[in-house]
């Protein structure tokens, strides 16, 4: 398909890259930035703008990976008739596009995706949606050529699955960060734990984490639990959480 990509940011960059891999033609990348337009256009073969007038309508689908709120202003600076138009946002409505295109939907890549990230070996899952029937084949197909896991998706069901994927990924990461700020703050090395991440996530693919929940709160270790909250109270932010995730974890 030929494919013009607004926006330059990790998605843009990382679906640019798989879309161009799968033998698509990328025509143009415009971005906000005229400078990251180029830096991706320059990596993808195309042309580039940051001017949404210049937008190449002779695209047969229109890749939007842009902020939520930039989403929402989409339809004061392009409107492509009939051209398939699709965006890449978790928790936002198709109908966004209404007013951009009479054909229009959805391709949410469900992963953490980062351009600085080289590893094409990556899944990416795609959930997608549409306004009609002729849209969501278009995207069903050009999805699968860039994807071996593709969903159909409607609104309520991806915002659901954003929840997910922000406990998940986004929240789980975050411990990792409060994890290594302790270990760096009582000098003890971070890089010990990683061979139990690693083992935590891989335990995923055949068991339910809910079956796999080990520690002090899962066995009610009271005498575990007062010693981790008193070496906790030089760190009080910690703390709290350690105490809520604990509550959570006792009180399912």
Request: net charge neutral; charged share 25%.
């Amino acid at each position: 398909m030929r494919v013009v990509i607004i926006g330059a940011g990790n998605v843009a960059t990382v679906l640019g890259r798989r879309i161009k891999k799968a033998g698509h033609e990328i025509l143009q990348v415009i971005s906000r930035s005229q400078e990251s337009a180029k830096v991706l256009a320059q990596e993808l073969g195309c042309n580039a703008s940051n001017n949404f007038a210049d937008i190449d309508k002779t695209g047969e689908l229109f890749l939007v990976a842009m902020s939520d709120a930039a989403l929402n202003e989409l339809k004061e600076k392009i409107n492509v008739g009939d051209k398939l138009v699709v965006h890449t946002a978790g928790s936002v409505c198709k109908d966004v596009l209404k007013d951009v295109s009479v054909n229009y939907g959805t391709l949410y890549p469900l992963q953490s995706l980062r351009k600085e990230n080289p590893d094409e070996s990556i899944v990416i899952p795609i959930l997608i949606d549409a306004i009609n029937d002729y849209s969501i084949r278009i995207i069903n197909d050009f999805a699968i050529s860039i994807s071996p896991i593709v969903s159909y998706t409607q609104d309520d069901q991806r915002l659901k699955l954003h929840v997910g994927a922000v406990l998940t990924s986004n929240f789980a990461n975050h411990l990792y960060c409060l994890a290594l700020e302790f270990c760096e703050k009582e000098k003890v090395d971070f890089k010990l734990l990683q061979p139990l991440i690693e083992e935590t996530a891989a335990r995923l693919k055949s068991q339910s984490p809910c079956d796999m929940q080990t520690g002090p709160a899962a066995r009610k270790d009271v005498l575990t639990l007062d010693k981790h909250l008193r070496l906790l109270t030089a760190h009080p932010k910690l703390r709290t959480l350690y105490l809520r995730m604990t509550d959570s974890i006792m009180n399912p």
